[in-house]
C-alpha cells in the first residue's frame, strides 16, 4: 500500500462515537440550534424584500420603455403636422 491509501483507510476508519454524542443528537433534533428559527425567517424576509424590489425595478423599468414610446410617436406626429401645415401655408399663399 502506498502512503495515499493508508491516510485514507485510517481516515475513513470506524471510530466509536465521543461520550454524549446522542444526548447532544436528541436535544438538537427537538429544539434545533439556537438562533436557527430566526435565521430562517431572515432569509425568507430578504428574499421576500429582493423580490419585491426586483418587481418595482421591473414596473418602474417597463414605465420608462413606454414613455419613450409615446415621446417618439408624439415627434413623428409633430412632424407629420408641420409637414401638413406648411404644404397648406404654402398653398394659401
Do not use: C, I
Amino acid at each position: 500500500m502506498d502512503w495515499l491509501e493508508a491516510e485514507l483507510k485510517r481516515a475513513l476508519a470506524r471510530k466509536d462515537p465521543e461520550p454524549g454524542f446522542g444526548a447532544r443528537l436528541s436535544a438538537r433534533s427537538r429544539g434545533g440550534r439556537p438562533g436557527t428559527f430566526s435565521r430562517r425567517w431572515l432569509a425568507a424576509a430578504a428574499s421576500v424584500l429582493v423580490l419585491a424590489g426586483s418587481g418595482a425595478a421591473y414596473r418602474h423599468y417597463e414605465g420608462v420603455r413606454a414613455k419613450d414610446k409615446v415621446m417618439l410617436a408624439v415627434r413623428l406626429a409633430g412632424g407629420k403636422l408641420n409637414q401638413v401645415q406648411n404644404r397648406v401655408l404654402g398653398v394659401a399663399k
